[in-house]
């Protein structure tokens, strides 16, 4: 998953679901996600992550029925049309089978494999990439106050635990991806102190995965709802990308095809 030559790969978001954080994100049913993927690949997508279960601050689980009933269409509709790699965002294991079988080829999970236990012997069995991403709590109270001594520290120590844990139980290391979960359980110092040390975590040996886009962090340092965040969230991925992070999770696709295309110029190009 870690790409050599260093242009970040773009993950869009496609949210099959009627309450994430940024509407214009939420596509319900098949028909919309698929126009969706459509015009995300058509704007530089490199990967697509779809998911059922909103994880925004306060957000409730859905039941696995609908969890499935949300996702699955949605895989098979796009993967017929669509030949990109495929992510699914979820904490349950059943949903993650389901999707893979439906041709989605990467396991999104905000738990890092904690909260099912089927989930790492799926990644195992199936031989895929799998994000781990720290968060601490649950979506419903991970925003709840949360402190930490070094946050930095903490979340590295933290990511090195979980992706050993999952090398242990047979997951290849080349299909590690580590998220440090930007928004999942931190405060505005949080976010910032990780964003401006990501680096530490890319010299760590995984790939690295950031997902930061039109986050309330930057709405609280600009004063701006999520309509208007996607200037702070360019910048804050332009950012990460300069410092070597291999993927970013991004709603604005075509907007960031153009950042990273300037950088890959004036950065990277011998």
Known sequence: MIHKDKRPLIMGIINCTPDSFYVRSRKQGAEEALNQALTMVREGADILDLGGESS???????????????????????RKEIDIPLSVDTRKSQVARAALDAG???INDIS???????MTSLAVEKDCPVILMHMKG???SMQIKPEYVSVVDEVLDFLLKVAASAEEAGVAKKNIVLDPGIGFGKSLKDNLDLIRNIDRFYQIGYALLIG????????????VEPEDRLIGSLIANGWCAAKGVDILR?????ETFQMVRMMQELLWKD
Do not use: C, M, W
Request: hydrophobic share 40%; glycine share 6%; aromatic share 2%.
């Open 56 to 78: 925004r601050p306060g957000a409730a689980s859905v039941s696995l029925s609908e969890e499935l009933d949300r996702v699955i269409p949605v895989v098979e509709a796009i």
């Open 104 to 106: 989605a080829n990467i």
């Open 112 to 118: 890092a494999l904690r909260d099912d236990p089927e």
């Open 138 to 140: 649950t979506p419903e």
């Open 212 to 223: 930061l886009s039109r986050k309330s962090f930057i709405g609280e340092i600009l004063d």
């Open 250 to 254: 991004v709603h604005d696709v075509g």
